[in-house]
């Protein structure tokens, strides 16, 4: 599989937060509802995080499912946040979380590895958006096209037009 697409759009997620970060405020206030920088990138962290385990499991050959509910849940967030203490060690995780998924994802695993479906479970918004069996080259082909792209326009959105 090729990764390429996933580092760009990690790198384009990175470069957002960072411009964030020089921005000169110190933390940009979202938006009611949603979220500010370093809540996404814990987000990130933890949907990356469990996309890594989903990958380690099917190339250890166990079961493996996908729920990104965690990744959801405010407190989880707040603790990513806590633990790493948010800023740039927050997106150095996102960085060498981004750099293992990569590795995981191209060249360590096969192409039936890859075509593994596993029961999914994803939402947005307390709406379901997909309850079924994915493969996992779709979850982490999702990350480059769909997830990661519109976190990166989150971020630019919280420094408005300067970005």
């Known amino acids: 599989m090729d990764t390429a697409p996933l580092r760009d759009a990690y790198r384009a ?23 500010d920088a370093d809540q996404i990138l814990a987000h990130v962290a933890l949907v990356t995080a469990g996309t890594i385990a989903a990958a380690a499991s099917v190339a250890s050959g166990v079961n493996a499912t996908y729920d990104n509910r965690m990744a959801l849940d405010t407190w989880t967030i707040g603790r990513v946040v806590a633990l790493t203490g948010g800023g740039a060690a927050l997106r150095d995780r996102v960085r060498r979380q ?8 191209g060249p360590a695993l096969g192409e039936a590895e890859l075509d593994t479906p596993l029961p999914t479970l994803l939402l947005s918004k307390d709406k379901v958006l997909v309850d079924q069996p994915v ?29």
């Open 13 to 35: 997620l990175l470069d957002a937060a960072a411009t964030v970060a020089g921005s000169g405020d110190p933390s940009p206030g979202p938006p009611p509802g949603e979220w």
């Open 98 to 105: 981004a750099d293992a998924l990569c590795a995981l994802g």
């Open 135 to 163: 493969p996992l080259r779709d979850l982490i082909t999702g990350l480059a096209e769909v997830e990661l792209p519109g976190h990166t326009r989150q971020l630019l959105a919280l420094v408005g037009d300067g970005a």
